[in-house]
Every structure is written in C-alpha cells, then in structure tokens.
C-alpha cells in the first residue's frame, strides 16, 4: 500500500500569508495526486488535481506541484475563508489513500 | 448543480447491520463510478469503497472487505453501501462521492454511524 505523509500536521499563519504544505508518497506516484478542502458540517470540496490542475471555480490563489514522490500544495495569499483541514491523496494505485491532513488557523 | 445527498446513518450496536443510501442529482449518474469514504472522530479520511458504472468493478479496502457491500441503482440515481458486523471503529462520517478510479470531483455532506453499546 502506498503511504502518504503530509506535514504539517497543524499550522498558524496571518492573513495575507503565503502558506506551503507538503505531502510524500512512499513510492512514485506519477502525477496522481488530488488535494481536498474540508471544512466542518460542509461536503469536502476537490481543489487541486493531477498534482498542479486547478478545479473549476476555485480561486486562483490555491496552487499545486510536484511529481514523483513529493508534492507541494500553496495558498499564495492566506483568506479567512481559508481555515479548513486540508488534505493530499494518491490515486495511482488502491487501496486510495489520504495524507494525515493539515489544520490551517488563522494566527 | 451536482448534488449528492447521504442518508441512513445512526446509533447501531456491535455487530449490528446499517445500509447507507446516497441520492445523486444534477448530472447522468450511470455514467460515473462512485465511492464511499468515511472520517473516524478526530481521524483523517480513510477510502472505503468503489463501484464502476454498471457495477462492473467493486474495490474495498481491506478494513471493510467482507463486512460492507456497495451496490448501485442507475434507474434510481443511487449508490448503497450495506454495512453487517460493525465495529467500534467503524464509527464515522461517511461520505458519498462521484468520481472515476479514485478521484473524488464531488462529494455530499456525509451522514454519522456511531457504532457502540
């Protein structure tokens, strides 16, 4: 099964801020890599696709990278609508699996 | 507007059944693959199960494999997931999701199983 190890876990930042998380495959994954938005008593929301595609109607401010074993997901510009966990997954092979995740605050 | 709506969560005992049921709106349901995947309490989101479009493939994850069945309804827009022997830890938010081989474009809200005595 592929691993994936997300970090940081938590993380507080300002408004404004550029913010970076990082996730790790434990074997090469390709590009097969999603990033979701969730946000508590709301459906968890598709951001990011095949590692750096943005989904339609999310703001441009939410950017991807990466390939291989590591990527990388950025919010250039930190908004308090911001706050949710956030979280990777691969899809390259089953069982599908889900980094850790990341709870962004606003400091 | 795509719209997926989970329903039949609850308070189930130990070893008890539950079938979860998901109504699909606002697209042509039989033309994607569907899936389950569930949030434990304080936990991160675990995949639980796929289904293609005429239920052509069926995946689970090992933690569920044998335990749950999901199935579909094309003429009824629905997805099912039938969960028997439940655990504790099969306590969660399980949430209905469309999207081909992994890919999970749209989600619904999720509906709550508690597994305890």
């Known amino acids: 099964d592929i691993q994936m190890t997300q970090s940081p876990s938590s993380l507080s930042a300002s408004v404004g801020d550029r913010v970076t998380i990082t996730c790790q495959a434990s074997q090469d994954i390709t590009n097969f890599l999603n990033w979701y938005q969730l946000k508590p008593g709301k459906a968890p929301k598709l951001l990011i696709y095949d590692a750096s595609n943005l989904e339609t109607g999310v703001p441009s401010r939410f950017s991807g990278s990466g390939s291989g074993t590591d990527f990388t997901f950025t919010i250039s510009s930190l908004q308090p609508e911001d706050i949710a966990t956030y979280y990777c997954q691969q899809y390259d092979n089953l069982p599908y699996s889900f980094g850790q995740g990341t709870k962004l605050e606003i400091k | 507007e795509v719209q997926l709506v989970e329903s039949g969560g609850g308070l189930v005992k130990p070893g008890g059944s539950l079938r979860l049921s998901c109504a699909a709106s606002?697209?042509?349901?039989?033309?994607?693959?569907m899936n389950w995947v569930r949030q434990a309490p304080g936990k991160g989101l675990e995949w639980v199960s796929s289904?293609?479009?005429?239920?052509?493939?069926?995946y689970y994850a090992d933690s569920v494999e044998g335990r749950f069945i999901i199935s579909r309804d094309n003429a009824k827009n629905s997805l099912y997931l039938q969960m028997n022997s439940l655990r504790a830890e099969d306590t969660a938010v399980y949430y209905c999701?469309?999207?081909?081989?992994?890919?999970?474009?749209?989600w619904g809200q999720g509906t709550l199983v508690t597994v305890s005595s």
């Open positions: 999701a469309r999207g081909p081989d992994g890919f999970f474009n749209y």
């Open positions: 606002g697209f042509t349901f039989s033309a994607y693959s």
């Open positions: 289904i293609g479009l005429s239920s052509t493939y069926i």
